[in-house]
């Protein structure tokens, strides 16, 4: 529909509605932004509904997992075709954290930039070069493009996400300590927090993993149980400040990083069962990039999360499993000392375009 009377009071932005994996998020250029940050993400944040925790005067979702932000543009990088923002608005509290990265969102960064024009489609598929600007770690995804166009519908499925799609192979590069600098950012691979023992690990997402039952629970607990145990969320979140320090994080209290997983073993036919806290909250699955950490922390010998027997170098697909599937993370190890030699994660999900348009913003929101 196309208003012939719209209202001055409000502001028409340009954005596309995404979703990526699991997740779900507005997605704008950066030229349709104001280049001010401070006024780009009051600008945001007015779409969204950063005040409201029901997000009910904006398009957020009101969970942390439908209501993101990319803000994509061209990449400067050699090799790479595509930046990419992410922003976590963070409900109830009218600020975006710029912190961490995304994985979920990432998937459909590749399918915005060709159906954007920023990247040309070839024929079959076509290879996207992303950079996480939040990070600066770099990933290649390989985007199916029949007859040069972005295609939506195949036979994947991924957990979480109702049907088939087509999909999305994401290739990592180099993202080991891509937030803390290593990938064991302690310099240990297990340390002791609050009494109970916990692997911190950086591949690609900022994670402590630890048992479930050294915290006193099965880890096969719901999320809307573990999110009513009060008194487990606090012990959480003590380590969780603590840990942060350790990994040279600083104060992250009002920080979404790290996450905090607690694993046991698996019940599904997986490899490792997850319960991940981002980070107050329990996940209702587990984000791409965290869940390539975890895989990680299952081949580190010694972590919480250690398989057994013991890997071996070579190539390893680890299924990782959460409260509503699995997520399978594909890892080579080539070498098992004292710091284990990871190279080329990747991973499959699946994206789709939700709308394109405009979203409405409050005009007097530029001026708060």
């Known amino acids: 529909m196309i208003l012939n009377?719209?209202?001055?009071?409000?502001?028409?932005?340009?954005?596309?509605?995404?979703?990526?994996?699991?997740?779900?998020?507005?997605?704008?250029?950066?030229?349709?932004?104001?280049?001010?940050?401070?006024?780009?993400?009051r600008l945001i944040l007015a779409a969204v509904d950063g005040i409201d925790r029901r997000q009910i005067d904006?398009?957020?979702?009101?969970?942390?997992?439908?209501?993101?932000?990319?803000?994509?543009?061209?990449?400067?990088?050699?090799?790479?075709?595509?930046?990419?923002?992410f922003g976590q608005p963070v409900i109830g509290e009218s600020r975006i954290d710029y912190a961490p990265t995304c994985g979920n969102i990432l998937s459909a960064v590749g399918p915005f930039a060709l159906e954007a024009g920023l990247v040309e489609a070839q024929e079959g598929e076509t290879s996207v070069g992303i950079r996480m600007v939040n990070t600066g770690a770099l990933c290649d995804a390989l985007i199916h493009t029949p007859g040069g166009r972005v295609a939506y519908d195949g036979d994947t499925a991924i957990s979480g996400v109702p049907g088939t799609g087509a999909p999305v192979l994401l290739r990592f590069r180099d993202i080991a300590g891509s937030t803390c600098g290593a990938l064991f950012p302690t310099g240990n691979r297990v340390d002791t927090f609050e009494g109970v023992d916990a692997t911190c690990v950086d591949n690609g997402m900022p994670v402590v993993v630890m048992s479930a039952s050294a915290l006193g629970i099965t880890g096969y607990e719901s999320p809307a149980e573990l999110n009513a145990n009060a008194p487990l969320k606090a012990r959480l979140e003590a380590i969780r400040l603590v840990a942060g320090q350790a990994m040279g994080l600083g104060d992250v209290s009002a920080k979404v990083v790290p996450k905090m997983t607690l694993v046991s073993p698996a019940s599904e036919g997986g490899d490792i069962n997850t319960r991940t806290f981002i980070p107050k909250v329990c996940h209702e699955a587990i984000g791409v990039l965290g869940a390539v950490s975890v895989a990680t922390a299952a081949l580190t010998p010694g972590s919480p999360a250690c398989l057994a027997p013991p890997p071996a170098p070579g190539s390893h697909r680890i299924s990782v499993e959460h409260p509503t599937g699995e997520f399978t993370v594909s890892l080579i190890l080539e070498s098992t000392g004292p710091e284990p030699l990871l190279r080329d994660a990747a991973l499959l999900r699946t994206a789709r375009r939700l709308f394109v348009g405009t979203v409405s913003v409050r005009r007097a929101a530029l001026l708060s």
């Open 5 to 41: 009377h719209p209202s001055p009071d409000l502001l028409e932005l340009p954005c596309v509605l995404m979703r990526g994996g699991t997740s779900k998020a507005a997605f704008f250029l950066a030229s349709d932004l104001p280049a001010d940050a401070a006024t780009r993400d």
């Open 58 to 85: 904006g398009i957020g979702g009101a969970t942390p997992l439908t209501t993101k932000v990319a803000i994509i543009s061209p990449s400067q990088v050699p090799g790479i075709q595509i930046d990419y923002l």
